[in-house]
């Protein structure tokens, strides 16, 4: 069970380079969602979307741009990197609530990846 | 603004004796609460789950309780063995009519000792 894949799993980059960030997750989730976790902090959510074709802001959105083309893939890019976005990135994916009876329902992650900004 | 954190950052516990983890959250609109274990270098995996509508569940080895009046969470994992070393996240969530918005705290590290 592959679940949630991220690639690449490190990083590093150069003050306003740009790259894009791949998760691919074979559950057929509805929603997928993009997070960075920082030194004592909690994950912090940066987009996230709930369908095909659909994309919205998280809590910490600047700087990032994503897309969702496919279902199953989710794609977080960085413009023009900054060293405060040096951090670790997980993606994670959940069912919709219109697609369970019980409702609410967990969000499963991938591995991460540990990107440094120089 | 929303909150759920740890009352512990670090917890040390013998092998073998029962680990209690404790979190509080400040968003009463929440429903839906979900422990985490997060091993270093890996990814945050799903523990266990409660509704709001209930107080306590099991699963193997591990138990949450919910207390709603004091907006307090806790999970127990009974005979805790060196493979539970790793750190726990509680996480609170509630829907907002487009999707379910989880807000994480900050993690306690169990550390399990021989």
């Known amino acids: 069970n592959a679940g949630v894949t991220q690639t690449p799993k490190f990083r590093v980059l150069k003050t306003g380079q740009s790259m894009t960030l791949l998760c691919a997750q074979d559950m057929n989730h509805e929603y997928m969602y993009w997070y960075r976790q920082d030194p004592g902090m909690g994950l912090r959510l940066i987009h996230y979307?709930?369908?095909?074709?659909?994309?919205a802001k998280g809590e910490v959105p600047d700087g990032y741009n994503v897309s969702r083309l496919k279902k199953q893939n989710f794609l977080l890019g960085l413009e023009s990197a900054a060293p405060s976005q040096t951090s670790v990135y997980f993606c994670a994916s959940s069912y919709s609530m219109t697609a369970q009876v019980q409702g609410n329902q967990p969000q499963h992650f991938g591995d991460g990846t540990r990107l440094s900004i120089l | 603004g929303e909150s759920v954190g740890l009352h512990l950052p670090t917890l040390s516990v013998q092998e073998g004796d029962n680990s209690i983890i404790n979190c509080a959250y400040s968003n009463s609109a929440s429903d839906y609460f979900i422990w985490y274990k997060q091993e270093s270098g890996k990814g945050p995996q799903f523990i266990i789950d409660?509704?709001?509508?209930?107080d306590k569940r099991q699963g193997q080895r591990v138990t949450v309780l919910l207390n709603k009046t004091v907006k307090h969470l806790s999970l127990q994992i009974a005979a805790t063995q060196p493979g539970d070393s790793a750190v726990y996240f509680c996480?609170?969530?509630?829907?907002?009519?487009?999707?379910?918005?989880?807000?994480f705290g900050t993690g306690t590290r169990l550390q399990v000792t021989l």
């Open positions: 979307s709930v369908g095909e074709g659909t994309t």
């Open positions: 996480a609170g969530t509630h829907y907002t009519g487009t999707a379910s918005k989880l807000t």
């Open positions: 409660i509704r709001s509508n209930m």
